[in-house]
């Protein structure tokens, strides 16, 4: 134990504090290891929310790439379901849905088959003397054969449908 003799009584107090095993001063001089690890923990926590939380701009453009391909496989079965031609137009703005009924096109505007706006950055890529693309689906489950580049970013996802109106969705590696 120290000697605190000679000095004031507040001197003395501390004095005593750092000379007693335990004592209070000792225990406000700095954090435990667990407690570090404790907060580092819960930072390690926070960034991975952050990281995972991010939108990733290139699942961006395979997410909207993915959701036009079920559209237009929606397109098909509905072709098929109706015995009646339904088209997809796409142009650098969106796609929209269309029904072939008594030679006529009719627009569809209801339900699964509103037109739809390409997200903010996402465009096709279409021939440089096309202005839009069609997707015909006939009745009897055919199609004719076409294909739509989407970009974004300098990164491309092609969704094309085949004549036997399979839809398919490549990613370039």
């Not at 142009?91 to 037109?115: I, K, M, N, T, V």
Request: some cysteine; glycine content about 10%.
């Amino acid at each position: 134990m120290r000697d605190c003799r000679g000095f004031g009584p507040a001197t003395q107090h501390s004095c005593a504090a750092f000379s007693r095993p335990g004592g209070s001063a000792a225990k406000a001089a700095g954090f435990t290891l667990v407690e570090l690890m404790v907060v580092l923990v819960i930072v390690g926590l926070m960034g991975a929310a952050v990281v995972l939380t991010a939108p990733d701009d290139s699942r961006t453009l395979v997410r909207e790439a993915d959701t036009f391909a079920a559209r237009l496989v929606h397109a098909g079965e509905e072709a098929i379901l109706t015995a009646r031609v339904v088209q997809v137009t796409v142009d650098a703005h969106g796609y929209a849905f269309a029904r072939q009924s008594f030679g006529q096109w009719q627009a569809l505007d209801e339900g699964p088959f509103e037109p739809v706006a390409w997200a903010e950055g996402t465009t096709p890529m279409l021939d440089g003397r096309q202005v839009q693309a069609s997707f015909r689906f006939e009745p009897t489950g055919g199609s004719a054969e076409q294909r739509v580049l989407l970009a974004r970013n300098g990164r491309q996802v092609e969704v094309a449908v085949g004549a036997s109106g399979k839809v398919r969705v490549h990613v370039p590696r």
